[in-house]
């Protein structure tokens, strides 16, 4: 099972929305509405941010939004702030009872 | 509150085993499925498998068949990881994450993390 493809960096100012993106295949993120995605901060355990491609668990800021059209799907962070500097990975369903994760995506607040 | 303590930090030789431990507690363990997964350093998360400890099936990636094996004592609420064949490239910090209730295929609440040291 090969990584989801995720872009090494991305960066912002603060204030600014900022773009991730999860690219899979038509037997994961094509055939499964089961995205999620998960913040990491260094020296940190993952926390979650998005499940089932849009949705936000509560106690997460609605600056976090997600989105999936086919095959990929997509994280965005608006009114970027010094705090959401950190890791980000998506993760989908797979089938076969099987999981995948992204290569992770380092986000930088300028 | 739903906590996942894992065990201390380990140092291994190579081509010796590891059993890994995670401890829940705040919500009745035999009703969540429990997952494992490894992060090596400055390397990207990876799915290793999981348990469901209500009734001790299991599935495992293909990356790691063979060399894992994840158990549960339901009396003491606790998951185990074991990897066994250890390889230097298997120092990486491990985690459990449990994984939500119906078929919404999230992990929620993860453990601490445990470091792995694969070193001769």
């Known amino acids: 099972q090969s990584a989801l493809t995720q872009p090494a960096s991305v960066s912002g100012s603060p204030g600014q929305s900022i773009t991730i993106s999860c690219t899979g295949t038509?037997?994961?993120?094509?055939?499964?509405?089961?995205v999620s995605w998960y913040q990491q901060h260094p020296g940190k355990a993952p926390k979650l941010i998005i499940y089932?491609?849009?949705k936000r668990p509560s106690g997460v800021s609605n600056r976090f939004s997600g989105s999936k059209s086919g095959k990929a799907a997509s994280l965005t962070i608006s009114g970027l702030q010094a705090e959401d500097e950190a890791d980000y990975y998506c993760c989908s369903y797979a089938g076969s009872d099987t999981w995948v994760f992204g290569g992770g995506t380092k986000l930088t607040v300028l | 509150q739903v906590q996942l303590v894992q065990s201390g930090a380990e140092v291994k030789k190579p081509g010796a085993s590891v059993k890994v431990s995670c401890e829940a507690s705040?919500?009745?363990?035999?009703?969540?499925?429990m997952h494992w997964v490894r992060q090596a350093p400055g390397q990207r998360l990876e799915w290793m498998g999981w348990?469901?400890?209500?009734?001790?099936?299991?599935k495992y990636s293909q990356n790691f068949q063979g060399r894992v094996t994840i158990t549960t004592d339901t009396s003491a609420s606790t998951a185990y990881m074991e990897l066994s064949s250890l390889r230097s490239e298997g120092t990486a910090v491990y985690y459990c994450a449990r994984e939500s209730r119906g078929s919404s295929a999230y992990f929620d609440y993860w453990g601490q993390g445990t470091l792995v040291t694969v070193s001769s």
């Open positions: 348990i469901n400890p209500g009734n001790g099936n299991t």
């Open positions: 038509s037997s994961d993120i094509g055939s499964y509405n089961l």
């Open positions: 089932e491609g849009t």
């Open positions: 705040g919500y009745t363990f035999t009703s969540y499925v």
